[in-house]
Nanobody, 125 residues
Framework: QLQFVESGGGLVQPGRSLRLSCAAS????????IGWFRQAPGKEREGVSC????????RYADSVKGRFTVSRDNAKNTVYLQMNSLKPEDTAVYYC??????????????????WGQGTQVTVSS
């Protein structure tokens, strides 16, 4: 069982920024594709961004392109999701997930095997 923890969520005003972290202590995140997903109340889980093993490929949902950036810090064994220009519609629980097999990366949740516990992001004035 791969265990990792998301952090960095909180309450922020529209237009401000947050940086989410996905950290692991017992395995090397850079060996795997990492996805970021979110789920708002009453809505389906949505793929937000992903980064391939090694970091050569990343993808973004159209709704966050130009505002969100995914990155790796291998020295800290952490994957980040930098979220800028936040909007109220970005409010959701954000999850990171691990895909052990895909060489590229996907925003489809059914390709990910391990999920974190989630961190709440609320964008409100």
């Amino acid at each position: 069982q791969l265990q990792f923890v998301e952090s960095g969520g909180g309450l922020v005003q529209p237009g401000r920024s947050l940086r989410l972290s996905c950290a692991a202590s017992e395995f090397t995140l850079d060996y795997y594709t990492i996805g970021w997903f979110r789920q708002a109340p009453g809505k389906e889980r949505e793929g937000v961004s992903c980064i391939s093993r090694g970091g050569s490929v990343n993808r973004y949902a159209d709704s966050v392109k130009g505002r969100f950036t995914v990155s790796r810090d291998n020295a800290k064994n952490t994957v980040y999701l930098q979220m800028n220009s936040l909007k109220p519609e970005d409010t959701a629980v954000y999850y990171c997930a691990v895909d052990r097999w895909t060489l590229s990366c996907s925003l489809k949740s059914n390709e990910y095997e391990y999920w974190g516990q989630g961190t709440q992001v609320t964008v409100s004035s």
